[in-house]
Structure formats: structure tokens, C-alpha cells
């Protein structure tokens, strides 16, 4: 005897429980992050209970905020741990880039560098510009630059695609000079590398360089002994040959000067929206280890003094 069909209700094909990604990155989650609705429950009692059992270290327990680690940690809770502790001691130690780490503090001039492209990239994810050649260095210090780079990044893995299909990091080195280089910090290059690979709750998938230069070639001699080799492995050297770069990010969302077809971007615009942002930079910045824990962490000024070989 056959048996009666039963039609399945959305609860059966789709997670709807709390917690639950959109329905379009569900597949990804389940295949890639061994996401469901069980383990993802079973993961957050076990990381809130790490959590409790950390001395002098106030972590916030918002359930979207510690999912975030989870899945870029593939779910398991214990290097889903290790990164709130790295992605809350590089900000005690690095306080110049993170003592006011709200948006209002971007100038103008700050806010002209960097932004999130108004689309994503041919596999879905979020796109990150920073334009590195058109920093001016006496307008701008390196401290400010990152800092406005890492708090659009800190919008951006907000979003679940971040968390689950990744994120893509678009840098312009049009007009990139030996001074620019020189300008930079060593430390800090050092630290922002580690938050990519260690800290960040987010899949960090392709670092395309676009109308870069021989000054690009001294950065990066720079920049490679901090580079794990899967990170180093997902940079993309494009110069000016679009050909191959549109096959990742397509025209349609780039401007004129990277071949593209939309409009100049809107800086402006997007800052605006960060502007709204401001209470919960400021309520994330009342996290992390308490203040007689900051010591435990290497400063600025230690980092630099054992980075003079360079």
C-alpha cells in the first residue's frame, strides 16, 4: 500500500527557529558551516558558558553577535572563543585606533577613502573599497585610515552574507608612491593582518589590488611575513587589466575609473547611513576586557620597537 503524502510545511524545508539565517544562505550555512537549528542552539549555551567563566572580560551576549564568530569558526566553540579574545584584546591594545571608534570621528577627508560598494561580487559577497593611492597622508594619519576602514568593516559583518558566503576586500592603489609607504605604520599593518586572520568574525575570501605599482610591490614585501598562507593565497594582482577582475566584480556596480558603469559613488551617502550607527559602535566599545587586564597585552609602542628590523 502506498503511503499518504504529506505536504511539507516551511518549518520542514526551512530554519525558522531563532537565530535562523535567511532562507537564500541557509544551503551555504548547512553545507560549508555545518549549520542547523540544533547545533546552532547546543553552540551558544556552550560559548555563553565559556563566556561566564572568563575573568574580567565583559563580552556582549547578544546572540547575533556571538553567532558571527561561530560560523566563521565553522562551529567550533572553542576557536569560536579564541577569536573574541583576539578580536577584543587587539582593540585594548591598539587604542589609537580603537579609544573612538565611532563613526562621527571619520573627517571628511577620512570618509572619501573607504566605503562598502553599493553591490557584491560575482559569488554573492559584500565588497569593502579602500582607495589606498588617494590617501593624503598629511590630511590623514594611517591611525585614522584604518580606523575608518575597520568600522565599515565592522558594519559589514553584521550581515549574515558576511558571516556565511564572505566578504571581499577591493583596494585601489591608483597614484600609490614610495611616501605613501612610508607613511605607513608598521605595527599597525602588523595588527590589522592578525584581526583578518584570527579575530574577525567573517570569512575574509579575496583581496583583489587593482592599478597597483611598483609602491604596491614594497607594501606588500611589507605586509607578507604577516600573512598566514591562506590569506595570501586569496589576493588577487589585477594592475590595470579588468578583464579577469569583472569576471568577479562586475562593471555594473564599479565606477568609470575601475571600468565600470555605474555612477561616481556616493560617498557621502554611505556615510550618512554609518552616521545613524553611532549608538551601537558606542555600546560595542563598552565591551571587552576590563581595565586591569589591558596590560596583559602588547602595545603599540612594544610591537613597533620589535618590528625596527624593518
Known sequence: MLGLYRKKSLDDV???????????????????LGETSTRRKEALEKLEQLISEEPDFNVS??????????????????????SIRKYYSDRAACQSVYCDFLPSTITPAARILTMALPGKDAH?????????????????????????????LEHLITDPTAQTLGVCLLMDCHEL????????????????????????????????????????????????PFLKKKLASRFRFHGYNFEDFHKEISPQILPEELGGQSPALDFDAFWSEMDQLETVFAANSRCGYTRKRVNDFATEEEIEKSLEFF
Open 124 to 152: 554573492g559577497r559584500l565588497v569593502l573599497l579602500v582607495k589606498l593611492g588617494a590617501w593624503k597622508p598629511q590630511e590623514v594619519s594611517h591611525t585614522l585610515f584604518q580606523r575608518a576602514g575597520l568600522i565599515v
Open 177 to 224: 608612491s614610495v611616501d605613501h609607504v612610508m607613511s605607513l605604520n608598521v605595527g599597525l599593518i602588523k595588527r590589522v593582518l592578525q584581526y583578518f586572520q584570527d579575530g574577525m568574525p567573517a570569512r575574509l575570501k579575496a583581496f583583489h589590488v587593482v592599478r597597483e605599482g611598483r609602491a604596491f610591490d614594497m607594501l606588500y614585501c611589507i605586509m607578507k
Open 14 to 32: 526551512f530554519d525558522t527557529s531563532e537565530g535562523a539565517l535567511p532562507f537564500r544562505l541557509q544551503r551555504v550555512a548547512d553545507d560549508e
Open 61 to 82: 551576549k547578544d546572540k547575533d553577535f556571538l553567532l558571527r564568530f561561530l560560523r566563521v569558526r565553522k562551529y567550533n566553540v572553542d576557536a569560536a572563543m579564541q
